[in-house]
């Protein structure tokens, strides 16, 4: 009986011990949060401690990408140069016209280099503020496009790039026609729009740690505005046939002028005139095929109108030399040889008077 008592009493306490053993352990534990209900996933206010112990509401920014494929510029007016003019569904004039597509530029006469016995380049530029070279700046629209020069050049280089044509563009400070340009390079000389995409990242509205994705067409800084370029130089050879007896000039190349741009927009007080500069040089051959099928405003007759290689051609412009290869050793403009502007046109028309002088020097009368 002894025995029964003390195991019963060792049972007790090895049991007392292991139950305050246990309950020390889990003092330092502790107990988990009641569970919540719902399906947002956020822990509901508790109340009466005066303390909001609830998680902020988390708000997913994600960012937006936009692309903008429209070519339409917001900042012009429609005098762009170079913008596809629609044709008209009904005959725009009282009469039938000939068709311009069948045109081609007449054949120049083969000179041989030995008959070519006297030859002088020279460089002029054409001013279309002048009266008789309004047609170079006639602001309209026809069933051949914009009639603005500059248009038709843009123009016909975009066809002849597309097509795969003789027509390109050089680059303008060479006036050798020995850098191509691309299509891409063209337009971002000549028009705000290119055909390069270009990607920007503004910062979100909702979140500034955000940022969104703007794809849109790549305009250029340095195009021209509309109707600012009304300047062209012209690279022409004379020369002296001694076969035909008789003094030719034929044009070498063509090339638009458009002012500098000013660096970001800003406008240098005092600077003076601006400077005039070459967009792009185009050989003039090659070009004579498109300028026989576009007609040149006549403001006396519309309907005596005469196809740009006419005007060429016929010499029905008005221009004044900046350069030239007749004792000029250093390969210098007018403009640095002479620093007055009124001397330099004085000195343009004395080499013409030179170069015609040498042709009616060779006559004895």
Known sequence: MKKYFLVLLTATLLLTTFSSSNAQRGRGKATPPPPTTGTTGVNPPTTGTGRDTSKPKISIVTPKKTIDTSRANKESSGKEYGVEVKASRRNPFAYSKESLSDRKPLVYDHVREDDATYSQFIWREIDGREKINLPFIYNAKDETGDQRFFSILITALKESYKNGGDLIAFAPEDDRFTTPLTLNQVLAMSSPETNQLDTTYPVNLDDENV????????????????????????????????????????????????????????????????????????????????????????????????????????????????????NNPKDLTLARLIQDPLFQLLEGENIKEKIFNYEQDLWSY
């Open 211 to 326: 940022k969104d994705t703007f794809i849109t067409w790549k305009r250029s800084d340095v195009a021209p505005k509309p109707d600012s370029v009304f300047k062209f130089r012209i690279k022409e050879q004379w020369f002296f046939d001694k076969e035909a007896s008789r003094m030719t000039v034929r044009i070498i190349g063509i090339a638009p002028m458009a002012p500098d741009v000013t660096i970001s927009g800003v406008k240098i007080k005092n600077a003076g005139p601006p400077k005039y500069n070459p967009i792009f040089w185009i050989y003039y051959p090659d070009l004579r095929p498109t300028l026989s099928r576009t007609f040149a405003y006549n403001p006396k007759n519309m309907g005596g109108r005469l196809t740009w290689e006419e005007v060429f051609e016929g010499r029905f412009f008005s221009s004044y030399i900046i350069k030239s290869t007749l």
